[in-house]
């Protein structure tokens, strides 16, 4: 109201930080029980090639249901898990279940895992990932990680090393929210990425943004010069999917081709693309 707005803005400002701190510490303590409580799931966001209309894999996204406060997002409660380091025991979870999980599908579709910057610098990363697809009896040849820039290091031999040593198993590699960084092409030159993920900040003003469109073509013809495969994220409307096709983009991961479906869903959708493929 007109009041707030005048002279009580200042302590409605505090209010409001005061409140987002709260919320942020009661949230910090039943994050730190809800591994335990079997709280999290996963979804999985199809990804499609775009001409075919084929599946091409899906991208496993973490959800935690809160008992109380219902879904909260990832995108409050992830930061909060890599502050308090929480990242690491729920992430290998992440890895886990979705390694088991993609072993049941109908079809031996690529699964794309997120892995962040912490548990990246830790040279363990390597014997979990083997542990976890040695337990889910999972070909190493299905599995992709995706990582930001934010877990590289341009001149780290150890961070080398473990990109080295999941290459050679056959992990592949996807670079997530591509030019979000400050040295995105440095990375893209130092590191064997298989895959650029375009971020959804470049997608979400197409087709009128000049710029978008740009960006989206000087990627794709960059992708396919480096023998990469290139994804757009966030496409949402059939003219951003016309666009980002028309400028060299192949694939696509977006609520227009598909939302994060949960364990039950994908199986349906894995064995209707099977039932086409075989004709039946
Ligand atoms: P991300 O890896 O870039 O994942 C893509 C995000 O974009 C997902 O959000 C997805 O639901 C959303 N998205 C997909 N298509 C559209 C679209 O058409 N429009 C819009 N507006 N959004 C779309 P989500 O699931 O909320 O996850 C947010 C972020 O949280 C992820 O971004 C990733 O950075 C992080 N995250 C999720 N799961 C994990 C995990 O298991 N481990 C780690 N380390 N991070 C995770
Ligand atoms: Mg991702
Ligand atoms: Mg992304
Ligand atoms: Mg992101």
Redo the contacts with the bound molecule.
């Keep these: 109201n007109a009041k707030s707005e005048g002279g009580g803005s200042a302590h409605a400002f505090t209010a409001q930080m005061r409140d987002s701190l709260q919320r942020r510490r009661l949230l910090e303590v039943d994050l730190r029980q809800a591994l335990a409580l079997r709280e999290f799931t996963?979804?999985y966001?199809p990804q499609y090639d775009i001409d075919s209309r084929t599946l091409v894999g899906f991208?496993?996204?973490?959800?935690w249901h809160h008992p109380e406060r219902g879904h909260v997002?990832?995108?409050e409660f992830?930061p909060l898990?890599?502050d308090l380091g929480l990242?690491v025991p729920?992430?290998e979870w992440?890895?886990r279940t979705?390694c088991k999980e993609a072993v049941t599908w109908p079809l031996p579709l690529p699964i794309s895992?997120?892995?962040?910057p912490l548990?990246f610098r830790n040279p363990n990363i390597v014997s979990m990932v083997t542990s976890a697809l040695a337990a889910a009896g999972l070909d190493p040849n299905r599995l992709e990680l995706?990582v930001?820039e934010g877990a590289l290091l341009l001149n780290s031999e150890p961070v080398m090393n473990i990109f080295r040593q999941l290459k050679a198993i056959g992990v592949r590699f996807a670079m997530?929210?591509f030019g979000t960084g400050y040295s995105s092409l440095g990375y893209l030159q130092k590191f064997p990425f298989d895959k650029i993920?375009i971020?959804?900040s470049f997608?979400?003003n197409l087709p009128d943004s000049g710029d978008g469109v740009a960006i989206v073509r000087a990627v794709s013809a960059l992708g396919s010069s480096l023998g990469l495969s290139i994804i757009a994220?966030?496409?949402?409307t059939e003219e951003q999917l016309s666009c980002i096709r028309q400028n060299g983009c192949l694939q696509v991961?977006?609520?227009?081709t598909g939302?994060?479906l949960a364990p039950a869903a994908v199986e349906a959708l894995v064995a209707a693309e099977k039932a086409g493929e075989t004709g039946q």
Excluded: F, H, W
């Excluded at 991208?59 to 959800?63: D, G």
């Design positions: 996963l979804a966001q991208e496993a996204l973490l959800r997002s990832p995108g992830i898990a890599e990242i729920i992430g992440a890895l979705a895992v997120n892995i962040s548990q995706e930001t997530d929210d993920k971020d959804q997608v979400r994220e966030g496409v949402e991961q977006g609520y227009l939302r994060p």
